[in-house]
């Protein structure tokens, strides 16, 4: 069974500063990862989907990474903004099997501060 | 708009009633999600449909939830019986073949 983590939990940073947030999964046969974002009391916005031959994907200030040998992805997040405060989570879909279903994370709680 | 909808938004209900929530994706998707969140948590998997199919079910998931999806467009979740636990967000997501595109929720309160 995929398990998916994501570390730190939290995280509160003053604005300007580059960060990374990280994924880690168990089983590396995936077909595809999704980053999201959620504000509070919201749906989840797709940021970035990288595919199981691709190494990163970019959009903005935005930059994740996948490395499916050692079940891990990372996204960037460049000069950071208070407006990038929000939970951040990963799925991962599975590879094979005939499931579609994915493998969501618990999230990273960002707080960038003014 | 041609996001995914979700209806209603927030609704609260005494324990013991039913409730039906409905959902309307991207009309080009075939895939339809439902899943459920409480603080703290990932979004947790309860059902999912390709076209009118439903293909995949949680193992969790209580004989008193029930999900329909007719003629492979919108799609309702029902809960019978509804008791405090149930209190959640219950999201909806529509796919493609590769991404998931989400709906704002309907957060349900059980009193």
């Known amino acids: 069974k995929q398990e998916v983590t994501q570390i730190p939990a939290a995280l509160s940073v003053p604005e300007g500063e580059n960060l990374v947030l990280n994924c880690s999964f168990t089983d590396s046969a995936i077909y595809n990862l999704q980053w999201f974002r959620q504000d509070p009391g919201k749906g989840l916005t797709s940021l970035l989907l990288?595919?199981?031959?691709?190494r990163e994907q970019t959009s903005g200030r935005l930059n994740a990474s996948l490395d499916k040998s050692s079940g891990r992805s990372t996204l960037y997040i460049a000069a950071s903004q208070p407006g990038d405060s929000a939970t951040y989570l990963c799925?991962?879909?599975?590879?094979?099997?005939?499931?579609?279903?994915?493998?969501f994370g618990r999230g990273t709680s960002l707080i960038v501060h003014p | 708009d041609t996001g995914v909808s979700q209806d209603p938004r927030h609704k609260i209900t005494k324990r013991g009633q039913n409730v039906t929530f409905r959902c309307d994706p991207i009309s080009e998707h075939n895939r339809l999600y439902w899943y459920r969140q409480t603080l703290g948590q990932g979004p947790e998997f309860l059902t999912y449909f390709q076209n009118e199919a439903q293909l995949e079910k949680s193992r969790l998931l209580s004989d008193r939830f029930s999900a329909e999806r007719p003629k492979g467009s919108f799609s309702t979740l029902e809960i019978q019986r509804t008791e405090q636990g149930d209190s959640a967000m219950y999201l909806c997501?529509?796919?493609?073949?590769?991404?998931?595109?989400f709906g704002p929720g309907t957060r349900l309160t059980v009193t």
């Open positions: 997501a529509s796919s493609d073949r590769y991404e998931q595109y």
């Open positions: 990288i595919q199981s031959s691709q």
């Open positions: 799925a991962v879909r599975p590879l094979g099997g005939g499931s579609y279903i994915p493998t």
